[in-house]
């Protein structure tokens, strides 16, 4: 009796969790995956290889589907394969450069008057052609609501650039400037400006995009699908207007673990994988692993609060007590270049100086003479990367051995961009920018630009940005951009530190990658054989 | 006493969800950064934008009252939208639930199952030495150890790891926990085998395998109760796991809402859990009452 009762619990209970257990392991492993490649037809020479696919393990995840609210490295790789702008940075010889790009041709009419000339050969991915007025909508929303647009199109005392966008014919505007601006092609390569069709510009007026199915763009992949914190899945788009990319499915696997990450490429569930750790560069070489070591424009520095610290000899004393070719050599293993500029040299018009060599003696003599004795700082540091925590407990030794007391003090991402960028509430604060143009980078410095975190404030800074904006001549730009550098590296509101190398590594059989600074692969020519 | 216990449950889960919600919502709210810090980043809307958005999702009012609100929209079934993928919270959170659902049903059972024989081999085999090897290989590491682990075998035997899929969590989650239950079950089946009945049993010349069932039906109701609250963690979201093989469940989908401060989805999350795990408690304590026939006699 007691036995029967055992097994009326027992047997129902493994009966069922046999049942449960065989559905799941038919359901996840048996069946055939359901979005697998179809094997091409054709065999011939020409199309082998047209049908491959391409998974690339990336760290961080978007944080939004809008090209124009992007603002993550993440965002730009991913979206930037679905959108693209009016023009196209390439990289050229170590050097970046603009071509036009959606644009046939441009031309300036006057100072203040830019005629565009618009393909007319390019589609939407929902087979919508492009026109004048999607270009005029799109540059619209940008300057309207934008993060990035807004910092790119409008000028320091918060006007757009831009008081008039005129279309002549369905493929030709013209931009009606406020006021002569000199960066204006280099600000429309930005994907921040990326081109999408007039009515979902229109549809998503003040707020951004949020669903997949208004992600559109003329970009030479659409994207198939996305799965917050798992994957995107894009696919070739067909009606593309240029080069057909080889490469006709291309997975992003988002994985935030660096652990994750090396596995995926040793195990061969991804092809290529971004955001390496200089510590397991030899690790992936071993294994018979491709490693890309590219130059990147990110640099790393520690925002020095100028409020807090008001006196430029302090900011450089800090500057000096640090050993970055150490930090460069030991922490980072080589794989970055010690900052002897206030932005990557790989931008036209970048003036290189005398670096702030390490000099303890100097910094200590800068630091008395200013009075600064005695003092604590504390350091601000994002728990996002373990670089950075690293990174700060080098600074904060640096800075005890010149008498500086430093407490770090490690916030969560989020809210570490609201201490540093909102309420500037901190002494010192690790970041890296990655601009995408020289001139873009300088206004970060403006006062009252909204990414001036240290509240650097220089009027004759600030007098020469607009300089740079309204002079036509290019050598007597060339000279006032070297003057405004040349301010910003010696009054040091950062502790200039180092240009992060973009590390990728990939299997041996994928060809043809190329990488741009701004930790952007370029799939154009990307093969897997 | 099956009805009492069913109202005490709804109560206590009733409470549970008002003071989970509330709860995660102040700590999300007091926490340095909002939704516009994570849209905006490094930039600054202006502040009409700003007061825009604020107003939009309700940011502007007192605390209280945004509480009050949310509570007033977990009960009218209104969870609202993602902040920033406009899908439903309920859509979004039922999505993370069946994956997490499906993960600790599997785990659950698995591990039970894989417990129940190695305890087998113990007692009723007199083979203990691979039970042993077993669980003290198992314990030796905590499960996010065990996911790298598992993890750096596939990448060195070239194995495909399937991220996404379910295959390795479940296997982490079934390889780290078998150590433990596995010492729970043991020392409750030894304590078992040294009660009179089994003394009794053993005089009445039963099998060895029936006795080891006899004293098993005899643990069961407190072993269920211990691996029910493991089950209820895990539907809540086994994070380090989940996080580490990108498993879209519900730990992943906090850690998301978290970083993001997507305010709806958190709170649909910390609803969810609350029921799920009042839910979960009571279940177990019916179970127990139905498997152990000395708490029903009593009612």
């Known amino acids: ?529 | 006493m099956f009805w009492s216990l069913i109202a005490n449950g709804v109560a206590k889960a009733f409470a549970t969800l008002l003071i989970a919600t509330a709860l995660i919502y102040l700590i999300a709210r007091l926490f340095p950064g909002d939704p516009i810090t994570v849209l905006y980043g490094e930039q600054q809307p202006s502040e009409e934008v700003r007061k825009a958005i604020e107003s939009r999702l309700g940011l502007d009012k007192p605390l209280y009252m945004q509480v009050l609100i949310y509570w007033k929209r977990i009960f009218t079934g209104d969870w609202g939208r993602s902040i920033f993928f406009a899908e439903p919270v309920t859509q979004v959170v039922f999505k993370s639930l069946l994956n997490s659902l499906k993960l600790s049903i599997l785990a659950t059972v698995i591990t039970t199952l894989v417990c129940i024989a190695l305890a087998y081999l113990s007692m009723a085999r007199d083979i203990a030495l691979l039970p042993t090897a077993i669980s003290t290989l198992s314990s030796s590491m905590p499960t996010s150890v065990w996911g790298v682990t598992i993890m750096a075998v596939l990448a060195l035997t070239k194995k495909p790891v399937g991220f996404g899929g379910i295959g390795l969590p479940l296997t982490t989650l079934v390889v780290a926990g078998t150590g433990v239950f596995y010492k729970i079950l043991q020392s409750l089946l030894e304590k078992a085998y040294s009660e009179p009945f089994i003394g009794a049993y053993i005089a009445l010349g039963m099998t060895r395998n029936r006795i080891f069932l006899k004293a098993l039906r005899y643990v069961l109701p407190i072993y269920l109760t211990t691996v029910f609250y493991r089950a209820g963690l895990i539907i809540a979201g086994a994070m380090a796991t989940e996080a580490i093989f990108a498993y879209p469940g519900m730990g992943l989908l906090l850690l998301q809402a978290f970083s993001s401060r997507d305010y709806p989805v958190l709170i649909g999350w910390a609803a969810t859990v609350s029921i799920i795990l009042a839910t979960l408690n009571m279940v177990s304590d019916i179970l127990h009452i139905y498997m152990d026939p000395r708490l029903r006699g009593s009612s």
């Open chain 1, 1 to 529: 009796m007691e036995m029967r009762k055992t097994f009326k619990v027992i047997v129902p209970l493994v009966v069922v969790a046999i049942l449960l257990l065989s559905i799941f392991l038919v359901y996840e492993y048996l069946l055939p995956p359901r979005a697998t490649q179809t094997p091409a037809t054709a065999s011939t020479q020409e199309l082998q290889g047209t049908s491959a696919s391409l998974t690339i393990a990336i760290p961080t995840d978007l944080s939004t589907i809008d090209i124009q609210f992007a603002q993550g490295v993440a965002d730009f790789e991913v979206l930037g394969k679905v959108y693209e702008s009016l023009f196209r940075i390439v990289l050229d010889n170590g050097r970046l450069s603009y071509v036009p790009w959606l644009v046939k041709s441009y031309k300036q009419i006057n100072e203040t008057a830019w005629l565009f000339v618009i393909r007319d050969n390019v589609y939407f991915h929902n087979g919508k052609r492009l026109d004048a007025w999607d270009v005029k909508a799109s540059l619209e929303r940008s300057m309207r609501i934008s993060p990035i647009g807004r910092m790119l199109l409008r000028d320091s005392s918060g006007n757009p650039i831009i008081s008039r966008i005129a279309v002549l014919n369905s493929t030709a505007v013209v931009l009606v400037l406020a006021k002569p601006f000199t960066p204006l092609i280099e600000n429309l390569a930005h994907l921040a400006t990326a081109i999408m069709p007039r009515d979902i510009a229109e549809k998503y007026w003040s707020g951004p995009i949020n669903s997949t199915a208004d992600v559109i763009g003329t970009g030479p992949f659409k994207l198939v699908s996305y799965e917050k914190g798992s994957k995107a899945i894009l696919s070739r788009f067909d009606r593309y207007w240029g080069n057909a990319p080889r490469i006709s499915r291309l997975t992003y696997l988002i994985l935030p673990s660096s652990s994750a990450r090396i596995a995926s490429i040793l195990s061969g569930s991804a092809d290529v994988v971004v955001g390496v750790s200089p510590d397991d560069v030899a690790r992936l070489k071993s294994s018979g692993l491709v490693v890309y070591n590219a130059t990147g424009v990110r640099l790393v520095l520690v925002a020095i609060n100028c409020k807090r610290v008001p006196d430029p000899r302090v900011r450089q004393a800090m500057n000096y007590a640090v050993d970055r070719e150490a930090i460069a050599k030991n922490l980072l293993k080589g794989f970055a270049v010690v900052a002897n500029s206030v932005v990557s040299p790989v931008f036209p018009n970048v003036y290189t100086f005398k670096a702030y060599e390490y000099n303890v003696s100097k910094a200590v003599e800068l630091l008395r003479e200013a009075g600064f004795t005695n003092k604590t700082l504390r350091l601000l540091v994002s728990t996002r990367s373990p670089k950075d925590v690293q990174l700060a407990q080098a600074i904060q030794q640096y800075l005890v051995a010149v008498g500086i007391n430093v407490v770090i003090e490690q916030v969560e991402h989020t809210a570490f961009l609201k201490r540093v960028f909102t309420d500037h509430d901190f002494d010192l604060a690790i970041y890296g920018p990655s601009p995408s143009s020289l001139y873009y980078a300088l206004t970060y410095w403006r006062t009252n630009a909204s990414l001036n975190g240290p509240l650097y404030s220089n009027p004759v800074y600030d007098r020469l940005l607009d300089e740079i904006a309204s002079e036509l001549n290019e050598s007597r730009r060339a000279l006032l951009y070297r003057e405004a550098q040349q301010i910003l590296w010696s009054d040091a509101p950062a502790i200039w530190l180092y240009f992060e190398n973009i590390i990728v590594a990939t299997k041996p059989n994928v060809k043809g990658l190329q990488i741009l600074p701004f930790q952007m692969l370029v799939l154009d020519n990307t093969t897997v054989e």
